[in-house]
């Protein structure tokens, strides 16, 4: 009998191990389809009714096997709906198998009164395992129940009771975990599957992005080489697969570029995106533009980290860039520029003094600043012509500009009409007073006839300047105002002459 109910064991497990290998794309549990359901329920209905074909004879009506597992295994695993289908199986086979009498009805209501009670144990909120040996005991209650009314003999029943709680508690024990092994199996198995196909699909993918793509799309390993490059690399910069493959980046990078694109693939592998732009050697010897998108990729299976770099040739853009600043930059030179003279207007003679006073104010040196106008310039005009006053205006702009502002710390301006400036820096009054007579030595030393004037015959300056160190409480129209009155002393006292402030000079 002992050796009956092991080979019953064997078979339940032997049966659990083809029903995986059947039904691995139907995963049982709670939550599969109704079709899942239905094949499994039936798969335990008939693995019931084998083991009832190799059950053990206890008398002429009465035999003994471990079906009742098939529905406990059925409930567990599946719930309400292919336990019910199992135990009616089971039921029917029951009849089927050994006709029509008082121990096939039995049998047939405990199978049909098991399932019914283990599909609804299914439903308790308890670990699977504790619904698995709660559905054992009941199916063995009832199949104890069936025995004590069909067995007389009570040494029978005692030893059969014995034999059938020990095999079917211990067969349970190894069957339920031998299915939670095969189950978990195939679960790994497919889930396996679904990310080989996953990442086959991402890399079929990846690689139509790629090959048709017509930005260049290569990835590199840790230490910056090339071990993917998409075709667009011929387009891009001129080179075959074969001659970046293995190779560093850096070789190929501008020198002037090399320590910027390092930081960026660093900032990449370690904070997972960076951009950059940077000059690219082509297989001609000649620099592209390149603008790159680099973002870092996780490998789990070797735990590796890989950097995409998605770039584009943006030299026409880097060269239209270029000449846009360029012309930006030029028009923000003439915009400060004279467009009569050449030296600086009013706007730059304005910032700069700003500038100027601000720094004097901090390293406490003073500043000179010198205002003049030609004398008599309106009967100048009068006389020859506003053609030849504006070459007069260029000439003596010139003439100053090149004896005198040429020196890197002086500012040069037209102030307006015929009066210009000039910012001198850490310039004493003493010294300004040199700067004034130079000025109006390089006027007289260019001759230009001026018949019309009343002090001389040639063109002749009036001069004023004044001198400060700034403070914070002060603004610079304050030394503009003091050179400017400078100046009108200068024209007050007849002309051609040179004034300073002495304001200016008190103060200093």
């Not at 609804?120 to 209650?141: D, E, H, P, V």
């Not at 960026?264 to 297989?283: C, P």
């Not at 610079?476 to 007050?492: C, E, H, R, V």
Request: overall charge neutral; some cysteine; aromatic content about 10%.
């Amino acid at each position: 009998m002992l050796k009956d109910f092991v080979s019953n064991g064997a078979l339940l497990i032997a049966s659990f191990s083809i029903m995986g290998v059947l039904f691995k794309d139907k995963p049982i549990n709670p939550s599969s389809p109704l079709s899942s359901k239905l094949y499994w329920g039936f798969c335990f209905g008939v693995l019931g009714n084998i083991l009832m074909t190799f059950s053990i004879q206890i008398n002429e009506t009465t035999i003994a096997d471990l079906r009742h597992l098939a529905i406990v295994i059925a409930a567990t695993f599946g719930g309400y709906i292919p336990a019910i289908l199992a135990a009616v199986l089971i039921a029917a086979g029951r009849i089927l198998l050994f006709g029509m009498n008082e121990s096939s009805l039995l049998g047939a209501i405990g199978a049909v009164l098991t399932g019914i009670l283990c599909g609804g144990i299914a439903t308790l909120n308890c670990s699977r395992t504790l619904k698995a040996f709660i559905m054992n005991l009941i199916g063995l209650l009832i199949v104890s129940i069936i025995f004590i009314i069909r067995i007389d003999n009570f040494p029978i029943l005692k030893n059969v009771l014995t034999i059938h709680y020990l095999i079917s508690l211990i067969g349970g024990f190894f069957a339920y975990h031998f299915f939670v092994f095969v189950v978990k199996s195939y679960e790994v198995q497919n889930q396996l599957k679904h990310n080989v196909m996953k990442l086959k699909e991402t890399e079929e993918r990846f690689r139509l992005i790629a090959e048709y793509s017509s930005d260049m799309i290569t990835m590199h390993n840790e230490k910056a080489e090339y071990i993917y490059i998409s075709p667009a690399v011929k387009e891009i910069i001129h080179f075959e697969y074969t001659e970046l493959l293995g190779k560093k980046m850096e070789v190929f990078i501008h020198p002037d570029d090399v320590a910027q694109t390092k930081d960026m693939f660093e900032k990449a592998l370690h904070e997972g995106v960076a951009e950059s732009t940077y000059r690219y050697r082509t297989s001609k010897g000649d620099y592209v533009w390149i603008e790159s998108t680099l973002k870092s990729v996780h490998f789990e299976e070797d735990g590796s980290k890989k950097v995409i770099i998605v770039s584009r040739n943006i030299t026409d853009r880097k060269l239209t860039e270029q000449k846009l600043q360029e012309a930006n930059q030029l028009l923000n030179q003439l915009s400060y520029l004279d467009g009569l003279t050449g030296i600086a207007n009013r706007r730059y003679f304005d910032e700069t003094l700003e500038k100027t006073w601000a720094n004097s104010s901090i390293s406490h040196t003073p500043i000179t600043l010198i205002m003049f106008d030609i004398d008599y310039f309106k009967k100048y005009n009068d006389t020859y012509g506003h053609l030849t006053g504006d070459f007069c205006l260029q000439s003596i702009a010139q003439a100053i500009n090149n004896q005198i502002a040429v020196k890197s710390h002086y500012t040069f301006c037209r102030y307006g009409g015929e009066e210009f400036a000039l910012i001198s820096p850490s310039t004493t009054m003493e010294e300004g007073m040199k700067i004034a007579y130079q000025i109006q030595e390089t006027i007289k030393l260019l001759k230009i006839p001026h018949i019309s004037s009343d002090i001389a015959d040639i063109v002749t300056l009036s001069i004023g300047f004044a001198t400060m160190v700034p403070t914070t409480l002060e603004k610079p129209q304050a030394l503009i105002q003091m050179a400017d009155s400078a100046l009108y002393l200068s024209k007050t006292k007849g002309r051609n002459t040179i004034s300073s402030s002495h304001l200016s000079m008190e103060g200093l």
